[in-house]
């Protein structure tokens, strides 16, 4: 499930139906946003950090945050298109309702792109400054 977790009020009723299918023994591989990184606004570089822009809330309809989203294009051009309903869940959430629905943890990896010397202000930068992304999977018990 690569990153669509976001884009749901409620983790629970997903990890649920999910317990539901899968066998027990089975993988499922989540994907979601840092929830840590959606308060700090990756566009605001002032030279020395990326500043938060809000609090740490549960259940937070990220919209207004990020009304559009730019898709870089194969031949390396980047278009904007105007952004989904996308929602913050605390990584105890996230974290909790799977151990509640019967999976035990099997990994956690952040995303982030690599370059060894980034320049400051960039999306290479500040993936290596804060990892957008957190990759889990998990076996159902």
């Keep these: 499930q690569v990153y669509s977790i976001n884009f749901v009020p409620s983790v629970e009723p997903v990890f649920r ?14 994907q979601f946003h840092n929830p ?12 020395e950090s990326y500043p938060l822009k809000s609090l740490y809330l549960d259940g937070e309809d990220m919209s207004k ?3 559009h989203w730019d ?8 278009i ?7 929602f913050r869940h605390t990584l105890s959430t996230v974290l909790n309702n799977l ?7 099997l990994g956690l990896w952040e995303w982030m792109r690599s370059d060894e010397n980034p320049q400051p202000g960039t999306w290479v930068h ?16």
């Design 65 to 67: 945050s990020f009304s």
């Design 126 to 141: 500040f993936t290596q400054v804060a990892p957008p992304y957190l990759s889990t999977f998990w076996r159902r018990s």
């Design 80 to 86: 904007r298109l105007a952004g989904p309903h996308e």
């Design 17 to 30: 139906e999910v317990a539901r299918v899968l066998k027990p023994g089975g993988i499922y591989f989540v």
């Design 99 to 105: 151990v509640a629905n019967g999976f035990i943890l």
């Design 71 to 78: 898709v870089e294009q194969p031949d390396g051009t980047t």
């Design 36 to 47: 840590f990184v959606q308060c700090v606004d990756e566009d605001a570089w002032n030279g």
